[in-house]
Each structure stands twice: as structure tokens, then as C-alpha cells.
């Protein structure tokens, strides 16, 4: 069965700290992995993906199949990066997202 | 359409009534998708249609819950006998199913049903 774990509800931290939104799946075939982010009063939107190993908005994310992991990174967080993160796994033409982390970055 | 839209935006209701969303995809797009996302509980899968046919209902969460798809676009979901826990934003997201394996979801706006 594919699932995705987001382990964190809520997030918090400082202007400029480094953020890391965990995100672990189980899946039995080779894995397509995204995030999705939702900012206030806004919809749902792709954030990146796995396959095009790619940076948005300073955000990166590298698949570690060892681990099951696919973990949202940012060096230097913004405010502006404050929204809902969900880890999404695609498998047999289905989507499965994880329950969402609220990240908070603070002045 | 610029993207897949919904309705209606906002729907109060009184328990043990029935509520019909719609969600209006993309066009040409073939897979649509429906989530319920319940304040505190994260986005919740529901229901898949790839086409008219949906191969995935293992996360409709009672009989009350019903959907379908017809030409291909349109879908309604309809959730029969409310209850308050029905409460929650019900998001429908639409994607182009084909060779290339690269399937992003676009998201509606959601319908914000209360069931009072």
C-alpha cells in the first residue's frame, strides 16, 4: 500500500534559520514524489517534484530511496515561505498526500 | 476555463440533508481527483476518476458519499444524509494522464461545506 507520513503538524522558525519539512512514504514500485504548498487564502499548488531535481523558491528535496525520504529543505527560510507543505506520492495513476506540516517563519 | 473551478464556493446546510459539489476540470484533462481537507486533519483522498470510471473509491468514508463523472469532465459529489463531521473544504483536482510520467495536479478553489 503507498502512504506518505508527514511526522510534523507545525513547524516554527526564525527569518533566515535553515527549515527542514520531513516527509517519509512506503510504495512497492519506483516512487514519483512531490510538494505541494497552499500560502493563505490561496489554492493548492505543485511546489516541485522529484523527477525534475529542481529548486523553487530556494527549496530543494532529494529522494533517498534508502531511507524512504523525501525531505523539503530551505537554507535560509522567509517569511513569505510561511503556507501548508504536503508530501505527495504517485503511484498506479493515484495521488496520495501526507497530512500537511503548517510552517511558521517568524520575524 | 484558466483552471479547474468549483461550486459553489460555500455551502451551509442542515444535518440529514444531502449536498451535491461540483467540480468543473480542465479541459482535456483526463484524471480527476477528489480530497477533503478537515480543519487539523490535512488533505484526505477520496475519490479517483481516470475517464468516466474510477478505478479508486477505497477513500470514501461511508455510503453516504457518492460521486460520478460524466462525458469525461464534469463531476459531482454528493453526500447524502449530512452530518456534522461532514464539515470540511472539498477540493477537486484535475491532471493530464499520459505516457509522460510527470502528472501535476491543479486545484480548484474548494466548496466550504458547514453542516449545521
Known amino acids: 500500500a503507498q502512504r506518505v507520513t508527514q511526522p510534523e503538524k507545525l513547524l516554527s522558525v526564525f527569518k533566515g534559520a535553515p527549515v527542514e519539512l520531513k516527509c517519509n512514504y512506503s510504495?512497492?514500485?519506483?516512487?514519483?514524489l512531490f510538494w505541494y504548498v497552499q500560502y493563505s487564502r490561496q489554492r493548492l499548488q505543485l511546489l516541485l517534484r522529484?523527477?525534475s531535481r529542481e529548486s523553487i523558491k530556494g527549496f530543494t528535496a532529494d529522494l533517498n530511496k534508502g531511507e524512504t525520504s523525501f525531505h523539503l529543505k530551505k537554507p535560509f527560510a522567509q517569511e513569505e515561505d510561511s503556507a501548508m507543505y504536503y508530501c505527495?506520492?504517485?503511484?498506479?495513476?493515484?495521488?496520495?498526500f501526507g497530512a500537511g506540516t503548517r510552517l511558521t517563519v517568524k520575524p | 476555463g484558466a483552471g479547474v473551478s468549483q461550486s459553489p464556493s460555500n455551502k451551509v446546510t442542515e444535518k440529514g440533508k444531502d449536498v451535491e459539489l461540483r467540480c468543473d476540470p480542465i479541459s482535456g484533462h483526463t484524471a480527476l481527483y477528489w480530497y477533503r481537507q478537515s480543519l487539523g486533519q490535512g488533505l484526505e483522498f477520496l475519490i479517483y476518476?481516470?475517464?468516466?470510471?474510477?478505478?479508486?473509491k477505497s477513500g470514501l468514508p461511508s455510503d453516504r458519499f457518492s460521486a460520478e463523472r460524466t462525458g469525461g469532465s464534469v463531476s459531482t459529489l454528493t453526500i447524502q444524509r449530512t452530518q456534522q463531521e461532514d464539515s470540511a473544504v472539498y477540493l477537486c483536482?484535475?491532471?493530464?494522464?499520459?505516457?509522460?510520467?510527470?502528472?501535476?495536479?491543479?486545484f480548484g478553489p474548494g466548496t466550504r461545506l458547514t453542516v449545521l
Open positions: 505527495a506520492l504517485r503511484g498506479n495513476n493515484d495521488m496520495r
Open positions: 476518476f481516470q475517464g468516466n470510471s474510477a478505478p479508486d
Open positions: 483536482a484535475s491532471s493530464l494522464l499520459g505516457q509522460n510520467s510527470y502528472n501535476e495536479q491543479f
Open positions: 510504495y512497492s514500485g519506483s516512487p514519483e
Open positions: 522529484h523527477i
